[in-house]
């Protein structure tokens, strides 16, 4: 096993004994990945030179501020998966490089969506207005399919990185996992289906035709908030207790 870094200096996930102790070549990897999302959600054609361009480069701070905070969400999630475990085996590294992928895949519906969404509360960005965005929409079906993309990129996304803390569970042997760390494997397995099954549901809205007229499949994505924040406090109820009897 590799070196690991003390639980009690670190704010951050303490209750976890972290085996990465350096970036390794995937880690590396995935990060640039990362990096040319985030490029590619916020790419221009030139910097602003008038001071109506830099409104414009202004206002399209909206949609990039929640494409960036989802992408950002990602990354720390595969950040502290890398500091957990250190795992390089074959399938974690091949399930690694499918997140990425999907990532690449979902960056394009994720700007399309919160620009659309931008746009419909804010007013056009520049010359990008509702009609312009819709231009080439058919209708009803079109809806379906811009709200079944996202939620296909978005669940997959979860459903591969917890197949990546179920690897990492199923070598919880070799790895020397405790029992806290049991715990907080299977709690972030939970966390990803969670996440999924949010999705899933917006793609059972949309391809049902409930609620697409109003943006349901696109709104129900705010169900994660209590969600999670429920799960968070059962984890940290559970975890309080496991380490007491640790």
């Known amino acids: 096993m590799t070196g690991s870094s003390p639980r009690a200096q670190r704010l951050i996930d303490p209750y976890f004994r972290w085996r990465g102790s350096s970036v390794s070549r995937l880690e590396a990897f995935s990060d640039?990945?990362?990096?040319?999302?985030?490029?590619?959600?916020?790419?221009?054609?030139?910097?602003?030179?008038?001071f109506r361009d830099l409104e414009v480069a202004m206002k399209a701070?909206?949609?990039?501020?929640?494409?960036?905070a989802?992408?950002?969400?990602?990354?720390?999630?595969?950040?502290?998966?890398?500091?957990?475990?250190?795992?390089q085996d074959g399938l974690t590294c091949f399930l690694n490089l499918v997140l990425l992928f999907l990532l690449l895949f979902y960056a394009y519906p994720l700007k399309f969506l919160f620009t659309l969404v931008s746009v419909a509360m804010f007013g056009p960005i520049g010359t990008t207005t509702r009609e312009s965005l819709l231009q080439g929409f058919e209708g009803f079906d079109d809806w379906v399919k811009l709200f079944a993309l996202y939620g296909v990129g978005y669940g997959l996304m979860f459903l591969v990185l917890g197949a990546m803390y179920w690897r990492a569970l199923r070598l919880a042997a070799p790895l020397e996992l405790d029992r806290c760390e049991r715990f907080l494997t299977r709690s972030a397995i939970l966390q990803c289906v969670i996440q999924a099954s949010v999705a899933g549901l917006s793609i059972a809205l949309a391809a049902t035709g409930l609620g697409v007229n109003a943006g349901l499949p696109g709104w129900i994505y705010a169900l994660l908030g209590p969600v999670m924040a429920a799960h968070g406090s059962w984890q940290h109820r559970r975890?309080?207790?496991?380490?007491?009897?640790?």
């Open 70 to 87: 989802i992408v950002a969400y990602v990354w720390v999630e595969h950040w502290i998966f890398a500091r957990r475990y250190d795992l």
């Open 32 to 50: 640039a990945v990362f990096a040319i999302v985030l490029a590619l959600l916020f790419l221009r054609a030139a910097p602003p030179e008038t």
């Open 239 to 246: 975890l309080r207790r496991i380490s007491t009897l640790h």
């Open 61 to 68: 701070l909206v949609p990039f501020a929640a494409s960036f």
